[in-house]
């Protein structure tokens, strides 16, 4: 199945929203999703645009229903709705997680994002980490994809959080060339977790 025409109709329809110049590509899905094992729990997905890396999860054997899609475009949204019936999917913005109370507290295995990090506010990915945070359980990760040289999130958010980036990998079949970062608590979650009590 072809990404290139309903990720380029999407472009046009709101061309600030897409800020890709092309649908990731298989490799960066299986990079991004390389340590996901299916039957540890929830899968939340941000940013998934045309379903690349939800097709990923789907083929290391992650059932449908357990995925939530958190997709901010009306024309994704719909593309993933019929392309994903079991999937739980949303269309609304990521920084608002912290109160959309999609999970109870601690329960979330896994969170992929597509986001473009690089192109946001520190506020914005500060909500969205302390939203995704709130529903991970300690031992969860974030798995974040970006184009640049380093890890999107700043260290000065990762510290306050109390939250540490490891990248994972990096694959030049994709365009741009990209590189996965696994960001997760440090051994002392107690950081993070009397400021998502503020939040």
């Known amino acids: 199945m072809s990404d290139l025409l309903p990720f380029f109709r999407a472009w046009v329809t709101d061309p600030r929203r897409v800020s890709a110049i092309s649908p990731s590509s298989p490799a960066l899905a299986q990079l991004i999703t390389s340590e996901v094992v299916p039957g540890q729990g929830p899968v939340l997905e941000l940013g998934p645009g045309t379903g690349v890396f939800t097709r990923a999860l789907l083929k290391r054997g992650l059932p449908e229903n357990d995925l939530t899609l958190i997709e901010a475009g009306p024309y994704f949204s719909r593309l993933l709705s019929d392309r994903h019936p079991d999937a739980r999917i949303l269309q609304m913005d990521a920084t608002r997680l912290a109160k ?11 969170v992929i ?3 473009p990090l690089l192109s946001m506010k520190p506020r914005q990915i500060m909500g969205i980490l302390t939203g995704t945070f709130g529903y991970l359980r300690d031992d969860g990760a974030f798995y974040q994809f970006t184009y640049g040289p380093r890890c999107p999130v700043p260290s000065a958010i990762l510290g306050r959080l109390g939250l ?3 990248r994972i990998g990096t694959t030049v079949r994709n365009m741009p060339p990209s590189s996965v970062y696994k960001i997760e608590r440090k051994s002392r ?11």
Request: glycine fraction near 8%.
């Open 113 to 115: 994002s597509g986001l």
């Open 189 to 199: 979650p107690e950081i993070l977790n009397n400021i998502l009590k503020t939040a």
């Open 164 to 166: 540490r980036a490891t």
């Open 100 to 110: 959309a109370g999609l999970y109870a507290p601690s329960t979330l295995a896994t």
